[in-house]
Structure formats: structure tokens, C-alpha cells
């Protein structure tokens, strides 16, 4: 059964303004995505979601998959009466933006696909990481993954920023954060790529240590016709380190994607 996600609505619902989908990374909420909502929300209806276990979410005992994940949203945006939409994916968002463009292509208008990947690694390290967090909560690792998120310059400037990303973290569900975790450690989509058919953003960090430039760049390159961007300075999770130039090009991309 999929889990019931807790969602922000925002901007014009009606025929000429098209669904934007906003999913959002391991451990955060769609709070992540405010200047986002902001700026798009004025000629889009713009969906921000928190996954199963995160944000205001219903946590669901046990691993889980990319799939599941995309389950959840899909039937999200059944109740909501969306078909099609543009889907804009952040690290672990991204992976569900991408099982999306893949299996449901006939729904997906565009995909934009910020500091993620085709596959994360090692699996390994995200049965470890799961295992922490469920031993020791998402406190075990929240100190590591916000150093993650911006740039060591940002942090030193913006203490309160780094302070609230950490409540974000410690917010998450220990369990939805390490279900979260097994799905990644599964999720491969690396022969899916040259699947992905309609217009594709990949957009990457400078400074990004879990998904660096040259890992976006392999993305980019398996996705047939996909435009590829780097953000400077730039960490993890950009749409909280420099807002606007996110916002423009997120902008930039679903202007040239069009409606249809």
C-alpha cells in the first residue's frame, strides 16, 4: 500500500499552469524547496513533497524502494487529479524523478535532476548508515550529512542556516530516514538512462562530496539530448545555499520544455 504524503499545494490550479513536482533529498523536508515554491508557484502549480518517513509523512516500518517511493507519489498525484506534470528531483528525488521518467513517460513532461545519480555508491554504505540510524537515530549522522549539504565557506558564514538544517535532520524518523536508505542502497538505473525521453535537466554541485560534478556529468551523458549546468559555489543541496540561482534555472528549464 503506498503511504500518504504529506504536501504543499501552491500557485494557480487550473488548465495553463502546469504541475511542477518538487522531491526532495535523504533527511530533509519540502521546506527545502521554499524559494522554489516561491518563484514557480507564480504561473505553475507547484506539488512539494516529503517522502514516506520524512516531514509530515507516514512512516512505514522496513526497507523499501525507489520504486515504492515513486508508488507513493503517483498515487499522490492520482488523489490530486494531476496527470501530467514536470518532476524536479534532488539526491534521493532525483532517483525517484528518474524511475518516473522511465516507467511513466507517457505522464512526465520534463525531469530536472539536482546533485544526484544513477547509482549511489556502494550498497554497502547505505546498509551501515541504515544501521546507525536505526541503533542511534538520524543524530548519528546529522553533523556529517548537514557538512554535506553546503559548502564549509557558507557554513562558517551562516551559522543559523547549518543550525537549521541539523533540526531538519533530527526531525526525519529514524526509521523513515534508514528505509530511505535501504532503497538507496538497491537503486541502480544506470541501464534505464538512454530510457528517459523527455526534456532532462542535470544540474550539479562544484563543491558537491556525495554527488560530485563528474558523477552528474555520466547522468547527463546516458540521458539522451539532456542539458547539463554547474552551480558555484555549491554543495549537496543548492536550493538552500544560493535559492535564486536555482529558482532560475529551474525556471530557465521549464520555460524551454513547454507545456507539452
Same mark, same amino acid.
Given at each position: 500500500?503506498?503511504?500518504?504524503?504529506?504536501?504543499?499545494?501552491?500557485? %494557480?490550479?487550473?488548465?495553463?499552469?502546469?504541475?511542477?513536482?518538487?522531491?526532495?533529498?535523504? &533527511?530533509?523536508?519540502?521546506?527545502?524547496?521554499?524559494?522554489?515554491?516561491? *518563484?514557480?508557484?507564480?504561473?505553475?502549480?507547484? /506539488?512539494?513533497?516529503?517522502?514516506?518517513?520524512?516531514? &509530515?509523512?507516514?512512516?512505514?516500518?522496513?526497507?523499501?524502494?525507489?520504486?515504492?517511493?515513486? &508508488? #507513493?507519489?503517483?498515487?499522490?498525484?492520482?488523489?490530486?487529479?494531476?496527470?501530467?506534470?514536470? =518532476?524536479?528531483?534532488?539526491?534521493?528525488?532525483?532517483? =525517484?524523478?528518474?524511475?518516473?521518467?522511465?516507467? @511513466?513517460?507517457?505522464?512526465?513532461?520534463?525531469?530536472?535532476?539536482?546533485?544526484?545519480?544513477?547509482?549511489?555508491? @556502494?550498497?554497502? &554504505?547505505?546498509?551501515?548508515?541504515?544501521?546507525?540510524?536505526?541503533?542511534?537515530?538520524?543524530?548519528?549522522?546529522?553533523?556529517?550529512? =548537514?557538512?554535506?549539504? /553546503?559548502?564549509?565557506?557558507?557554513?562558517?558564514? #551562516?551559522?543559523?542556516?547549518? +543550525?537549521?538544517?541539523?533540526?531538519? /535532520?533530527?526531525?526525519?524518523? +529514524?526509521?523513515?530516514?534508514?528505509?530511505?536508505?535501504?532503497?538507496?542502497?538497491?537503486?541502480?538505473?544506470?541501464?534505464?538512462?538512454?530510457?528517459?525521453?523527455?526534456?532532462?535537466?542535470?544540474?550539479?554541485?562544484?563543491?558537491?562530496?556525495?554527488?560530485?560534478?563528474?558523477?552528474?556529468?555520466?547522468?547527463?551523458?546516458?540521458? %539522451?539530448?539532456?542539458?547539463?549546468?554547474?552551480?558555484?559555489?555549491?554543495?549537496?543541496?543548492?536550493?538552500?545555499?544560493?535559492? *535564486?540561482?536555482?529558482?532560475?534555472?529551474?525556471?530557465?528549464?521549464?520555460?524551454?520544455?513547454? %507545456?507539452?
Amino acid at each position: 500500500m503506498p503511504a500518504t504524503l504529506s504536501h504543499q499545494v501552491s500557485g %494557480p490550479q487550473s488548465a495553463d499552469a502546469p504541475a511542477v513536482v518538487l522531491l526532495g533529498s535523504l &533527511g530533509s523536508d519540502r521546506s527545502m524547496w521554499d524559494a522554489q515554491v516561491r *518563484e514557480l508557484a507564480r504561473d505553475h502549480t507547484v /506539488i512539494a513533497v516529503d517522502h514516506r518517513g520524512h516531514g &509530515g509523512s507516514d512512516v512505514v516500518p522496513g526497507p523499501c524502494t525507489i520504486a515504492d517511493l515513486c &508508488g #507513493d507519489v503517483l498515487a499522490l498525484l492520482d488523489a490530486l487529479g494531476v496527470d501530467r506534470f514536470h =518532476v524536479v528531483g534532488l539526491s534521493l528525488g532525483g532517483a =525517484v524523478a528518474q524511475w518516473l521518467a522511465v516507467h @511513466e513517460p507517457t505522464r512526465v513532461r520534463s525531469t530536472a535532476l539536482l546533485c544526484t545519480a544513477a547509482k549511489f555508491g @556502494e550498497p554497502s &554504505g547505505w546498509v551501515d548508515r541504515a544501521t546507525a540510524v536505526r541503533e542511534g537515530g538520524t543524530e548519528a549522522v546529522a553533523d556529517a550529512v =548537514v557538512a554535506r549539504w /553546503i559548502t564549509p565557506g557558507r557554513a562558517e558564514e #551562516d551559522p543559523a542556516l547549518v +543550525a537549521g538544517l541539523r533540526e531538519m /535532520i533530527l526531525a526525519t524518523s +529514524a526509521e523513515g530516514y534508514a528505509a530511505a536508505c535501504d532503497a538507496l542502497s538497491g537503486w541502480d538505473g544506470r541501464a534505464d538512462l538512454g530510457r528517459i525521453t523527455c526534456p532532462t535537466l542535470v544540474v550539479a554541485g562544484d563543491e558537491d562530496p556525495s554527488t560530485p560534478p563528474d558523477v552528474l556529468r555520466e547522468l547527463a551523458d546516458g540521458i %539522451p539530448g539532456a542539458e547539463f549546468v554547474t552551480l558555484s559555489p555549491a554543495a549537496h543541496v543548492p536550493t538552500v545555499e544560493m535559492p *535564486e540561482r536555482v529558482s532560475e534555472v529551474l525556471r530557465a528549464h521549464l520555460t524551454s520544455a513547454g %507545456p507539452a
